[in-house]
DNA sequence: CTGAAAGCGCTTACAG
DNA sequence: CTGAAAGCGCTTACAG
């Protein structure tokens, strides 16, 4: 392995001289830079990080938790912030939560993160007084994706929960229905973020700005997941009565529910109704209505949000290269309402510095899972 | 931040005997580990990992480079592979390739793995002589996944593409079709992992073997992806006479199909059967039949074979519990065929340890998307 | 079983 | 703009 010492020697200069050059600082001349330049490429030397990040005191490194990988937000999410990491120089250290129980607390609260990262990001992921006591002293720059998950001093990119749910439920009562069920997130499940409980409010919400009661029985309780979606709408079925539309917390719930129903020989939508929250990849093979929401964009706002402040602690060996401008200017900054819904802004967390959250604008996309009520 | 000779003044011992008594070597006194531990536990202490990895002359990273991490085997494959890596104390470094065009050069041939990893674990990543040669001069133990990626002096944990297709195939003409179509991966693609040459030989190998001859208009190629399949579709409809079935060369590929189809107004499997491989979370909403692969087994295989040989190299800290034993006896090593296949065995690549590779079981799953073609 | 000391390969004030 | 030297926080022979 070829040492920093063999490129000095090779260009005849000191090896804080190759180091300087190598990072692209400015206070190497034109000339020496060259050299040195040409000394590690004919050496074909690399720096080690381990080194680098002993002596530089930084890592190098972004640790990115996620409730499961193999869910379509999340993947959708990491597929962005890795692209925006490694674009800046930055390693990305995945944690998959997975639903073990015991994971997130050897996650946040053991040795997973301490000196390990220069900097947090949580997606989605439930957190308990002990786990923000923990992420505190580590004292990390770090931001959150999802309404569910809040870290006092740390930026949050997310969506208006709220405002997606009455959208999606009033797309349902625009359509005529005035029984709609609402199937959800878990409250006792360990992984549970609150974004289920957003999203129940803007149901509630919804329903009664239309004058319509709130029916505990249509209100069903179960995982993030098609399983989780199966399970609530075949418990749905069982109490009877059925609905005539369904409107699941997110996607692959939804894509849960259809299931349900055909299994059950309902017809979608001449029986009952089915949207969604997501726009899973899948949405349009299944004709699925939905709530659309920016996955891949929130991935990379919450990377340029949380790089932002570290540009320049790292070396530009990476490649200096800012970071694409996606923006697309459909963000609105400052926590101010926006999106499908023009309802109420929404209630600022205490404490986060409102400055760099993020709230994206969500869309209602029809598909053929939704239609009017029966006539009889 | 508190530091090692922090502990080992607590302790009352040398920094060696806490570094020896954190990592549980077996050289040190109980009584000695007791105050080690305790003195560590009391000041919260955490090795540093870069200095740690200095000193010792590895990185306990392995680098897991995947095509995207968005489709669901790659996912499923990462959710698994994590799991197994956190266990063993090792951090996982995550590469997703992303369908740019100079990523993989970017991963396998520049400072993406120099000096940061101990080993390597690529998945479906395509690979040229030029990767080869870079992978080759990190001299790293590594593994790969996936028919489509073999590097010399590695092992590959897959399951037998060709054999699979045979089956997919075989369920078709069981059924009772003859016109067959396959939709199959882009060989232009940048990311185009050889896979899909495996599959298309499966079909081939199976129509030939019932005495029906390649119909080159029936074999349309496009990406391993929801849009692939509907676009590979659609120009299969535009062809005229369309096929009665449709094997996929994987479930979103059929998904894709599912819509096309559906859009063309014809009726499925009534007017058109379809098949895919993966057995992918949806397949079931979906009604699709498929071939289904063990994707979590692939990883989690994939895991313990590059970690065996490492096994001791790191320190106990993290947990010195072994992988869980989840092999499930399915397994297959020393490359005889398994599978719902029972055809020719699967012919070893040059060189590669084949004591370490392993073929994994596939099997139909037969859905609503399949039936008889009409008798007409 | 334990310790003193060298060394891992960089970066960073500091001085010039 | 450049270099000499200290130091980052560990691990590892080596010696006892």
């Known amino acids: ?19 300087r050059a190598l990072r692209g600082l400015p206070t190497v001349s034109a000339a020496t830079r060259h050299r040195v330049l040409a000394a590690a490429e004919h050496l074909e030397y690399a720096v080690s990080p381990s080194a680098s990040r002993l002596a530089g005191g930084r890592t190098g490194t972004v640790a990115v938790v996620v409730p499961r990988i193999t869910r379509w937000f999340f993947s959708t999410v990491v597929e962005a912030v890795e692209e925006s990491l490694h674009q800046s120089g930055y390693d990305l250290l995945l944690h998959n939560l997975g639903g073990r129980r015991q994971m997130r607390q050897r996650v946040l609260q053991t040795a997973g993160l301490h000196k390990r990262v220069d900097a947090i990001m949580l997606v989605a992921t439930p957190l308990r007084v002990s786990d923000l006591t923990a992420l505190g002293r580590l004292d990390l720059p770090g931001v959150t994706i999802s309404s569910g998950t809040v870290v006092p001093g740390w930026p949050c990119v ?6 997606a749910a009455r959208t999606a439920t009033r797309h349902l009562l625009d359509l005529g229905h005035r029984r709609i069920a609402h199937i959800s997130g878990d409250p006792d499940d360990e992984l549970a973020f609150t974004t289920h409980l957003d999203r129940r409010r803007g149901y509630q919400e919804a329903l009664r700005a239309a ?3 709130l029916d505990p029985s249509l209100d069903v309780e179960s995982q993030f997941t098609i399983d989780g979606g199966t399970r609530a709408t075949e418990e749905l079925l069982r109490r009877g009565d059925p609905p005539t539309a369904i409107f699941a917390a997110c996607d692959e719930m939804a894509m849960g529910a259809v299931s349900a129903l055909r299994d059950a020989g309902l017809r979608i939508p001449q029986d009952v109704s089915v949207i969604g929250i997501d726009d899973h990849d899948l949405a349009g093979v299944l004709g699925l209505t939905t709530i659309a929401q920016p996955a891949a964009e929130q991935g990379l706002l919450a990377a340029r949000v949380l790089l932002d402040p570290l540009r320049g602690l790292l070396d530009a060996q990476a490649g200096s290269a800012a970071v694409a401008t996606t923006d697309g200017g459909s963000a609105t900054r400052g926590g101010s309402a926006t999106g499908a819904d023009a309802g109420p802004p929404p209630v600022a967390g205490g404490g986060e510095p409102a400055g760099r959250s993020v709230i994206l604008p969500t869309r209602l996309v ?4 939704t239609g009017p009520p029966r006539a009889d």
């Open 1 to 19: 392995m070829t040492r920093i010492d063999d490129v000095a020697r090779l260009a005849g200069v000191s090896t804080a001289t190759v180091s």
């Open 158 to 163: 997310r969506i208006d929960d709220v405002a």
């Open 211 to 213: 004058g319509l009661p």
């Open 366 to 369: 029809v598909r053929a899972s």
